[in-house]
C-alpha cells in the first residue's frame, strides 16, 4: 500500500513526457528491452553506450536528456551519476551537467534526466580548457592526485614544463584550475579520470564545458568490467 502510493506520487510529480505510460518505468518487472524499445518509439537517441542510452525528451518547453538503463551495468552508473549530481559540493565545482530528476521509484533508478548540453570536439574543448588534448588534461589532474605522469612527479613540475614551453599565463592557470577541479571530483566521488579523455563525455552548457557522464567509478569497474 505504502509502494502503491509512492508510486501514484511519482506519476503525477515525474518530468517524463505525459502521454507516455508511466508503468514501464515504475514496474520493476519491465524487461530492460522493452523499456528502451517503448522509449526509443518517442524520443530521439542521441547517444548509446555499453549500459546506457541516452535520448532527447521535452521538459518545460525545451529539450532536455533522458538516460536509461540497458542493463545492470546502466542501473549501477545512473546511481552513481545521482549521488555525483545531486550533491551540493559537487553542483558547486561547476563542470557538471545540471540533473533534472530521476527514476525515484525503484531502488536502482532505471533512468536519470539532466540538461542537454551541446556536442563539442576535442579540439573545441581544448580551446576552452586551453590543453593540447583532454589526455594531458586528465593526466595533470592524476598528478594533482598524488599519481605519476611519465616523468613528473608533481603538479609543479607539470607547470614548469608549460612555462618552457612559453604557454602564456592565462593558458596555463585555464588548464591548471580545471585540472584541480577534475582532481577534486575524483578524489570526492572514486571517479575513473580516464574516462574524461573521451569528448563524448563532455558538452557544453551555460557558456562552459561540463562533464556529461560521471557514473563510472572505481566500484562500477570493478564490478562490471574488472577482469
Not at 581544448?126 to 598528478?143: G, M, V
Request: proline content about 4%.
Amino acid at each position: 500500500m505504502g509502494w502503491a502510493m509512492r508510486a501514484n506520487e511519482f506519476i503525477t510529480e515525474a518530468p517524463l513526457p505525459p502521454d507516455w505510460d508511466q508503468s514501464q518505468f515504475v514496474n520493476n518487472r519491465t524487461s530492460f528491452k522493452s523499456r528502451l524499445a517503448y522509449a526509443l518509439e518517442r524520443a530521439k537517441k542521441v547517444g548509446t553506450g555499453s549500459s546506457r542510452v541516452a535520448m532527447t525528451i521535452e521538459y518545460e518547453g525545451r529539450p532536455t536528456v533522458l538516460k536509461i538503463a540497458k542493463n545492470q551495468k546502466g542501473l549501477a552508473q545512473n546511481s552513481v551519476e545521482i549521488d555525483i549530481l545531486d550533491d551540493g559540493y559537487a553542483k558547486q565545482l561547476d563542470i557538471l551537467i545540471p540533473l533534472i530528476d530521476y527514476d525515484r521509484v525503484n531502488a536502482a533508478p532505471t533512468w536519470i534526466q539532466t540538461e542537454l548540453a551541446e556536442k563539442m570536439t576535442e579540439k573545441q574543448l581544448c580551446n576552452l580548457i586551453r590543453c593540447k588534448s583532454l589526455f594531458e588534461l586528465t593526466q595533470f589532474a592524476e598528478l594533482m592526485m598524488g599519481k605519476k605522469y611519465y616523468d613528473y612527479n608533481s603538479p609543479q613540475q607539470f607547470i614548469d614544463m608549460m612555462h618552457r614551453e612559453k604557454r602564456s599565463e592565462h593558458n596555463i592557470e585555464t588548464i591548471t584550475n580545471y585540472a584541480n577541479t577534475l582532481a577534486d571530483l575524483a578524489n570526492s566521488f572514486d571517479l575513473q579520470l580516464g574516462d574524461f579523455t573521451k569528448a563524448g563525455n563532455w558538452g557544453f552548457y551555460d557558456g562552459r564545458p561540463v562533464l556529461i557522464d560521471v557514473g563510472f567509478n572505481t566500484n562500477v569497474l570493478n564490478t562490471y568490467y574488472a577482469r
